[in-house]
């Protein structure tokens, strides 16, 4: 375990628990304990009076190449994972996306295997979704604005009746805390800590995924449809660290070239070490045994 709890010294006050953005710190009985989901990243320390936490034997498992092929194999991916990194500015030998182009359609190309990382920024962005993964909206003129929403979002035959239906619901979703300048998406197995990753799944995977996720913790996945694909899949994990899956919107699962039976599960990075040591430990692991 990546930090322990000396039950000597602590007092169960459960400060830890409310503390940890993981959630990886669970009451069982009348003891405090910390589960396979903690991603060592400490913050718990610093909530405990008693210094009761210190650090265990061995280390979440945060490599990259590692976690990538660890999914891809328990889960019997058929497509690629993607990955997602927020910065300001693009790193050395990841190329500026041009655009125009659309982020369900970058994802895409990395699902399907063709994708190399890319920087991505709203000035590349072929429509409005850049602001819903925090990298802010396209620059544009009124009539520009008001002629694309026509044309591909309000009224009959399109999204939304209106701009106040369109509008409807946004408020369930967490509000980025800042905008980035841009993020790079590319494969899971290019990039290495990353902040989210995203990847198209059946229904039998989401339930190895869901059961492994709550199997220490009894936290459960939401799940979200009638929006956007990029709005329903970014926030919640990026803003409150929580995972989610998303069956899409028309446009997104067009770019995304996603299969009837396929949607989207989106996961905060640090919580991806966790999953995939629990994907060994539930009922699914021992189906594929048998």
Not at 154 to 169: P, S
């Amino acid at each position: 375990m990546a930090f322990i709890i000396d039950q000597n010294l602590c007092v169960a006050c459960g400060s830890c628990i409310g503390n940890c953005p993981n959630r990886a710190i669970v009451r069982r009985g009348n003891k405090i304990v910390i589960t396979s989901m903690c991603s060592d990243c400490g913050t718990c320390i610093h909530y405990c009076s008693m210094e009761a936490i210190g650090k265990g034997k061995s280390k979440a498992e945060l490599n990259n190449k590692k976690l990538y092929y660890a999914l891809k194999d328990k889960l019997s991916l058929k497509k690629d994972i993607a990955a997602m990194k927020y910065a300001n500015d693009p790193p050395e030998r990841v190329p500026v996306e041009e655009g125009p182009h659309f982020w369900c359609g970058i994802c895409g190309d990395v699902f399907d295997g063709s994708g190399s990382p890319v920087f991505f920024t709203a000035r590349a962005s072929s429509c409005g979704g850049c602001a819903n993964i925090g990298i802010g909206g396209i620059k544009s003129t009124k009539e520009e604005f008001e002629a694309a929403l026509n044309a591909q979002v309000i009224g009959e035959g399109n999204l939304y009746a209106t701009k106040e239906v369109m509008a409807t619901g946004r408020s369930i979703f967490p509000r980025y805390p800042k905008v980035s300048g841009g993020v790079i998406i590319g494969s899971l197995e290019e990039i290495s800590m990353p902040d989210l990753i995203i990847f198209p799944v059946n229904g039998h995977q989401m339930c190895m995924i869901s059961t492994a996720f709550a199997f220490d913790t009894g936290e459960v996945i939401s799940g979200y449809a009638g929006k956007s694909a990029c709005l329903m899949s970014i926030p919640f994990p990026y803003v409150a660290n929580k995972p989610v899956f998303a069956i899409g919107d028309h446009g997104g699962r067009t770019f995304m070239r996603l299969r009837d039976e396929e949607f989207v599960v989106c996961f905060p990075y640090r919580l991806v070490p966790g999953l995939v040591a629990n994907l060994d430990r539930t009922v699914y692991a021992n189906e594929q045994h048998n």
